[in-house]
């Protein structure tokens, strides 16, 4: 009986103290390990772009114009490993250039709307009453319209530029954040151990963090991995329909809409970023699925 | 009794909780859980709140600690300080005075916590002493529980019920509060854990002269424990006197009605099944013109008075306050 108690002691701090623990169980996952490898190569290929990158990205050769990529058609050459576009821009140089804009792009909006998210979240779930009310009457307005509605309104009304495209996906995404982190709080602050804090003497403040923030990011870590591959196809498609990144801007979403009318002799140019945010979407929900796996054992 | 020696003063006290209305346009409906109760609790006694579930103990005791604000009405503390029943700063200032213990011992700690982070959240919450003292002032506590230093390391779910809630008290010590209210910290023990609190609170009140009100609804637990005994029914005080009086001399028919409740040998030997109050406790969410016992009192000498006033809690004998015209 002694020993048990102290092995299962022994156990439940390991789980529990070490947030370590937690980051190197997370690494023996075989998939978690690989994608977060791709990931960290792409990103790394995007910071050193002006390095890699063969051509500068606004390079035109008139004569190169369409050349396939390598392996793909006897025009194809080493000088142009995925090809050129119409105006015989390289591919490959202008993807470089185009993920730096991509990943900034969804980086920053999913900081936007998980920093809104869970904020108001809290503020709803602790405050409650009239708070509550109308935080989540304006979560109701905005879900019951599609995100590219919204997108497509505000970009009207505000220049496309990186910043305004930023807080545009940023802003159209929090609702559903503020709503999970809200149910997250009242769930908890029904249970007598918050009863007991406040009988302690303890403000919202200190239970917020004491019990909350550290819960209620952990449990949106998942989510902030999947929403940062979202928020890189919603960018590309706001680009490819052309209210997105504008000229002389790369981004995904721009290198593929200017393949748009050559998909029939020159796939290459819309296919071959698009398999880039398929990768970047892919490895990026392996990771989130690793996670939720690790820290729900 | 001088007027030093009484430590809570509650004065015509409502709590009314309104229910969600059934349209926007609708009348609020309210759940009336406390419905004026005046009382004087003495320094340094320990007291048994009585009473039937639902009929506003937990209430009560949540407004005594702070937590729940009553509609109406005033507690005052150690006589010249009022508390207030508006102002979130008196929580802070309150929960030194008074704790409340809640029922669930183990749903009132924070989960995935060692005893001594937990131990440590009052003292951290009011800003008491620096790391080295705030250990000495735990380990005193725990000496004084009689729990092991070694309860410290352990993770509140590995351990046993009993400790588990003396957590719980040790928690409410480590203030040095005055009162401390423990909601049936006991009813979900075993026997020997049980015996083992109610010494502990006797200690206590003992050797810190702590006053404690005790909630409970099993009898024999409170006549055991307890010096003075307020007897519950609906939303008010029926009946209140010292221990041994209130049962030996019930005088109010609910207080009858509970002693006749009680399971003893004799009336087990003689096979007779027990009186139970017949009818069922009215819905607390309309007030009653009268008695609020009217529809179940068995009392010979019920009459229309019953039904249409309000009795008041009086003196009927030395120290033995009923709430009934009959008595």
């Not at chain 1, 997108?151 to 807080?167: D, F, Q, R």
């Not at chain 2, 046993?160 to 003396?166: D, F, L, M």
């Amino acid at each position: 009986m002694g020993s048990q108690m102290t092995e299962s002691t022994i156990q439940s701090r390991q789980q529990t103290q070490r947030p370590f623990q937690t980051a190197r169980a997370l690494f023996r996952d075989k998939t978690f390990l690989i994608s977060a490898l791709v990931l960290v190569l792409i990103v790394l290929a995007a910071v050193f772009a002006p390095l890699i990158a063969s051509h500068s990205p606004d390079q035109m050769d008139i004569r190169a114009r369409l050349t396939p990529p390598l392996f793909f058609g006897q025009k194809a050459s080493f000088d142009h490993l995925f090809g050129t576009d119409s105006l015989g821009r390289d591919i490959a140089s202008r993807i470089l250039f185009g993920l730096r804009t991509s990943i900034m792009i969804a980086f920053f909006s999913v900081m936007i709307i998980f920093g809104i998210g869970i904020f108001v979240g809290l503020l709803s779930g602790i405050y409650g009453k009239t708070v509550d009310t109308i935080i989540m009457t304006m979560t109701d307005i905005q879900l019951s319209l599609p995100l590219l509605v919204i997108a497509v309104i505000l970009l009207a009304v505000a220049p496309p530029t990186i910043l305004s495209i930023t807080v545009v996906l940023g802003i159209s995404g929090w609702p559903i954040y503020a709503r999970a982190t809200r149910s997250n709080v009242l769930r908890e602050t029904k249970k007598d151990y918050i009863l007991a804090a406040r009988i302690m003497g303890a403000s919202s403040f200190w239970v917020l963090k004491k019990y909350f923030l550290k819960n209620v990011v952990l449990s949106t870590l998942s989510f902030v991995v999947l929403e940062f591959g979202l928020m890189i196809v919603w960018e590309a498609l706001l680009s490819f329909i052309g209210i997105g990144i504008q000229p002389p801007n790369i981004s995904l979403g721009t290198i593929m809409g200017d393949g748009l009318n050559y998909l029939i002799n020159a796939w290459w140019i819309t296919t071959i970023p698009g398999l880039f945010i398929t990768v970047i979407t892919i490895s990026l929900s392996f990771m989130s699925r690793s996670i939720v796996r690790t820290l729900s054992v | 009794m001088s007027a030093n020696d009484i430590i809570l003063d509650i004065q015509d006290l409502y709590k009314d909780y309104q229910l969600p209305r059934k349209n926007i346009f609708g009348k609020p409906s309210y759940v009336h859980a406390v419905q004026g109760i005046t009382i004087q609790l003495e320094r340094g006694l320990i007291y048994g709140l009585v009473g039937e579930s639902g009929c506003g103990k937990t209430t009560l005791a949540k407004m005594i600690a702070g937590v729940e604000m009553p509609t109406r009405g005033g507690i005052r503390f150690d006589a010249e300080h009022l508390i207030k029943c508006d102002t979130t700063g008196r929580q802070r200032e309150n929960s030194r005075r008074v704790q409340l213990i809640l029922q669930d011992a183990y749903a009132a700690l924070p989960p995935k916590r060692t005893v001594e982070q937990i131990l440590n959240e009052p003292l951290e919450i009011h800003g008491l002493g620096n790391a080295a003292e705030r250990r000495k002032k735990i380990e005193a506590t725990l000496e004084t529980v009689q729990l092991p230093l070694s309860v410290l390391s352990r993770y509140h779910h590995e351990l046993s019920a009993g400790v588990t809630q003396k957590i719980n008290i040790t928690r409410a010590l480590l203030l040095d509060v005055e009162l401390i209210l423990a909601d049936e910290s006991i009813s979900s023990l075993d026997p020997i854990s049980r015996i083992e609190i109610m010494n502990l609170f006797l200690k206590l009140n003992a050797q810190h002269n702590l006053t404690i009100v005790f909630i409970a609804h099993d009898i024999s637990t409170v006549q055991f424990l307890c010096d003075k005994v307020i007897v519950m029914y609906l939303g008010v005080c029926v009946e209140y006197a010292d221990n041994p009086e209130i049962f030996v001399n019930s005088m109010h028919p609910y207080t009858q009605a509970l002693m006749n409740a009680v399971p003893t040998l004799e009336k087990g030997l003689t096979g007779e099944p027990l009186y139970v109050l017949e009818g069922e406790v009215p819905s607390p969410t309309e007030m009653l013109p009268g008695c609020n016992f009217y529809s179940r009192c068995t009392h010979p000498a019920r009459d229309e008075q019953c039904r249409t006033r309000k009795p008041a809690l009086a003196e009927k004998r030395s120290g033995h306050l009923v709430n009934c015209f009959k008595v």
